[in-house]
C-alpha cells in the first residue's frame, strides 16, 4: 500500500510570511494524484490544491502553490502571505491514476499555527 | 459549505447502543467514502461505494456497518461499540470517471464529520 509521510506535526508563521509544509509519499505507480487539504477547527476538510503527477507544471491556487518533485516522491505546499484563516491542519494525500481504483491514503497531518 | 451534510455532528453512546451516522451529498457523485480520524493518526478509509456498490472494506470490525441505499445517502450503522472506537467520522464523495466520462477529476468532497464518544 502507497504510504504518505508529513514530518512536520505543528508548524507556527508569522502572518504576512511564507511557510513550507512537507510531504513525501511512497509508490511504484507513474500515474497518479497527489492533493493538499486544509481542515479548520469547523473540521470540514477543504481542498486547497491538486498535482496530476503527469503534469510537470507545479500547481498554484492563489497564495498557495507546490513543490512537486517525482523523482524525489516529494509534495510540499508553501503559502505565501500567511493569513490568520489559514490556521488548520493540513493533510497531503494521495491516490492511484488507475482507472476505477479511488483509494486515498493521507498522511498524519501538519498543524499550522499563525502567528498575528 | 462542500455539499456533504453529516449528522449528527456529536453522539455519544453507551457500548451496547445501537446508533447510526448519516451522510448526505448534493454534489450527484458517484462514490461515497467513511473515514476514521483519530488524533494524530491519519485517516483510516472504512468503506467506499461506487455506484451503491461496495468496493472496499478496509478490515472494519463487524461492529460498523454501512449502507448505501442510493448514490446521495451513506449511513454508517453502529453497535456494540468499544471505547477505542471514539474519534471523528468523515464521510466524503467524488465523481470518478466512468466509461462514458474520463473528464472527472477525482477529488473528495468531505462532510464535517461525526464526533463519537463511547463511554
Known amino acids: 500500500a502507497q504510504t504518505v509521510t508529513q514530518s512536520q506535526p505543528e508548524m507556527s508563521v508569522q502572518e504576512a510570511e511564507t511557510v513550507t509544509l512537507s510531504c513525501t509519499y511512497d509508490?511504484?505507480?507513474?500515474?497518479?494524484?497527489l492533493f493538499w487539504y486544509k481542515q479548520p477547527p469547523s473540521r470540514q476538510m477543504i481542498l486547497v490544491i491538486r498535482?496530476?503527477?503527469?503534469?510537470?507544471q507545479n500547481a498554484t491556487e492563489n497564495r498557495f502553490s507546490v513543490n512537486f518533485q517525482k523523482a524525489a516522491k516529494s509534495f510540499s505546499l508553501k503559502i505565501s502571505d500567511s493569513q490568520l484563516g489559514d490556521a488548520a491542519m493540513y493533510f497531503c494525500a494521495y491516490r492511484s491514476g488507475a482507472y476505477n481504483f479511488n483509494k486515498f491514503y493521507f498522511g498524519s497531518g501538519t498543524k499550522l499555527n499563525v502567528k498575528p | 459549505e462542500t455539499g456533504v451534510t453529516q449528522t449528527p455532528r456529536h453522539l455519544v453512546m453507551g457500548m451496547t447502543n445501537k446508533k447510526s451516522l448519516k451522510c448526505e451529498q448534493h454534489?450527484?457523485?458517484?462514490?461515497m467514502y467513511w473515514y476514521k480520524q483519530s488524533a494524530k493518526k491519519p485517516l483510516e478509509l472504512m468503506f467506499v461505494?461506487?455506484?451503491?456498490?461496495?468496493?472496499e472494506n478496509n478490515s472494519v470490525p463487524s461492529r460498523f456497518s454501512p449502507e448505501c441505499p442510493n448514490s446521495s445517502h451513506l449511513f454508517l450503522h453502529l453497535h456494540t461499540l468499544q471505547p477505542e472506537d471514539s474519534a471523528l467520522y468523515l464521510c466524503?464523495?467524488?465523481?470518478?470517471?466512468?466509461?462514458?466520462?474520463?473528464?472527472?477529476?477525482?477529488?473528495?468532497?468531505f462532510g464535517a464529520g461525526t464526533r463519537l464518544s463511547v463511554l
Open positions: 454534489l450527484g457523485h458517484n462514490a
Open positions: 509508490t511504484s505507480e507513474s500515474d497518479y494524484y
Open positions: 498535482q496530476e503527477a503527469y503534469k510537470q
Open positions: 466524503a464523495s467524488s465523481q470518478e470517471p466512468t466509461s462514458g466520462d474520463l473528464s472527472a477529476k477525482n477529488i473528495q468532497y
Open positions: 461505494y461506487n455506484f451503491k456498490e461496495q468496493t
